[in-house]
């Protein structure tokens, strides 16, 4: 292999674990979003761990949300519906660099997929954060949401993490 495909690799291999902080959107951007097409429960697995990737790991968003309906349904009561609004919750804590964001599980059962993750840095304690998604075809069309912050006062022994 050469030297340059070496150090290429293992650039790629570390990249996820710096934060980039992402350049302001400009008022000419437009959010690209999901193009309807019909999709096989391993075609919506392999989608939702990219889509899983580009947002939680890379921390990325603009590219996570070419899977997201634009007139995707919301269950977060402080949220509308529709990518335009979920694009601007997600967007300032997923790319803030000062916040620590990590994946502790995921999975994917078709039509419905969710991460557990953990969020540092916007609350005093820890915040567990699970995300629920259900596809239709090739698009994520629906979202929950739930989050706990570590309470400083708990009484069970168990780790929320």
Not at 52 to 70: C, G, H, N, Q
Not at 75 to 103: M, R
Request: aromatic residues 12%; negative net charge; proline residues 11%.
């Amino acid at each position: 292999m050469r030297t340059s495909t070496i150090l290429l690799t293992a650039l790629a291999a570390i990249t996820p674990a710096f934060c980039i902080p992402a350049a302001p959107p400009s008022a000419n951007t437009s959010l690209i979003t999901c193009v309807q097409h019909p999709a096989s429960p391993r075609e919506q697995q392999k989608i939702f761990e990219r889509y899983a990737e580009l947002l939680y790991v890379k921390r990325t968003p603009d590219p996570a949300f070419v899977y997201i309906a634009s007139d995707e349904i919301q269950h977060n009561p402080y949220q509308l519906d529709g990518a335009a609004a979920s694009f601007a919750a997600v967007n300032p804590i997923v790319t803030n660099c000062s916040y620590g964001v990590e994946v502790l599980q995921q999975a994917f059962q078709a039509p419905f997929g969710w991460v557990h993750w953990r969020l540092d840095g916007p609350f005093p304690t820890p915040t567990s954060v699970v995300d629920i998604y259900r596809f239709e075809g090739a698009c994520i069309v629906e979202h929950w949401d739930t989050m706990q912050q570590v309470p400083t006062d708990a009484i069970n022994p168990h780790p929320l993490f």
